[in-house]
């Protein structure tokens, strides 16, 4: 069974930074892209950024490009986001997925629970 | 606003049909494959169709989607109450290089 599980998230000043991390199981990580999406308090899903099998190809929604960085450790099986220059409008639960297949345009097809990321002064 | 267009909220009484618009462009839905996921309250989403019309493992046959052009609908029939949540469509595109969703639906059943 495929099992997420993100930590780090929390509350934040704007223009500071944060760091999630994603620890997963129950499937060989390394042959699949990972992704993380989010859900702004009420509102709709919104795909932040993807990461290739090898993390040879990344992509990010435009909302966040140039301020957070995907990365992964394929040895660790862990997933992260680094978030910097954080704004009001970051605030959302954070949903690390992954894909189906090794490239960033497959599908997403399980999610983690989600963590709450805060960002208030 | 969202990339693909969905209406906010859609209602039936139990044992109806109902059936979910959502429109996209050449780049998206024009041109790559539609998924819609299921959002219970609470809970995160989960993938109910794929490929525009494929079942996955274990979501039952009550649950069908279609792409025609730049739009694709779900339906749901013999509607119950279990199916109240939010559905939101899916879809790479290839303008962006990006995944971008709907604003999701809120299907109430009445």
């Known amino acids: 069974e495929v099992q997420l599980a993100e930590s780090g998230g929390g509350l934040a000043q704007p223009g500071r930074s944060l760091r999630l991390s994603c620890a997963a199981s129950?499937?060989?990580?390394?042959?699949?892209?990972m992704h993380w999406v989010r859900q702004g308090p009420g509102k709709g899903l919104e795909w932040v950024s993807g990461?290739?099998?090898?993390?040879?190809?990344?992509g990010y929604a435009d909302s966040v490009k140039g301020r957070f960085t995907i990365s992964r450790d394929n040895a660790k099986n862990s997933l992260y986001l680094q978030m910097n220059s954080l704004r009001v409008e970051d605030t959302a639960f954070y949903y690390c997925?992954?894909?189906?297949?090794?490239?960033?345009?497959?599908?997403?097809?399980?999610w983690g629970q989600g963590i709450l990321v805060t960002v208030s002064s | 606003q969202s990339v693909l267009t969905q209406p906010p909220s859609a209602s039936g009484t139990p044992g109806q049909r109902v059936i979910i618009s959502c429109s996209g462009s050449?780049?998206?839905?024009?041109?790559?494959?539609v998924y819609w996921y299921q959002q219970l309250p609470g809970t995160a989403p989960k993938l109910l169709i794929s490929?525009?019309?494929q079942r996955p493992s274990g979501v039952p046959d009550r649950f069908s989607g279609s792409k025609s052009g730049t739009s694709a609908s779900l339906a749901i029939s013999g509607l119950r109450s279990e199916d109240e949540a939010d559905y939101y469509c899916?879809?790479?595109?290839?303008?962006?290089?990006?995944?971008?969703f709907g604003g999701g639906t809120k299907l109430t059943v009445l």
């Open positions: 129950g499937f060989t990580f390394d042959d699949y892209a």
């Open positions: 997925a992954k894909g189906v297949g090794t490239m960033v345009r497959g599908v997403i097809d399980s």
């Open positions: 490929r525009n019309s």
């Open positions: 899916a879809a790479w595109d290839d303008s962006l290089s990006a995944w971008v």
């Open positions: 050449s780049s998206n839905i024009g041109s790559n494959y």
């Open positions: 990461i290739s099998w090898n993390s040879g190809s990344t």
